[in-house]
Nanobody, 122 residues
């Protein structure tokens, strides 16, 4: 059984910083991509950042230059450093692990964290 456990988040002032972390637990053989989505009230879910197994990163245009995603393949962890936060960054942030295999031959599955609230307000 694979679980994604998130930490971080909370309240920050505009211009401030927060760091989100996510760890995938379980006997994992490989993970293709890890990253973060967010969803604000009344808005569609948005891919914030992703990091492939080859450490290729992608960012939403709205966060590029302010957010940095990092990943540790050996520890199956992914983090999101969020700087220069804006009120529009307020959302529930969820980490994901894509195409997780428990063995080299097992079927891949996607997993999600429970979500953590990020609120940017003065």
């Amino acid at each position: 059984q694979v679980q994604l456990v998130e930490s971080g988040g909370g309240l920050a002032q505009p211009g401030g910083s927060l760091r989100l972390s996510c760890a995938a637990s379980g006997s994992i053989f490989s993970i293709n991509s890890m990253g973060w989505y967010r969803q604000a009230p009344g808005k569609q879910r948005e891919l914030v950042a992703s990091n492939s197994s080859l450490y290729i990163t992608k960012y939403a245009a709205s966060v590029r230059g302010r957010f940095t995603i990092s990943r540790d393949n050996a520890k199956n962890t992914v983090s999101l450093q969020m700087n220069s936060l804006k009120p529009e960054d307020t959302a529930v942030y969820s980490c994901y692990a894509e195409s997780v295999r428990l063995t080299s031959r097992s079927k891949p599955y996607d997993y999600w964290g429970q979500g953590t609230q990020v609120t940017v307000s003065s």
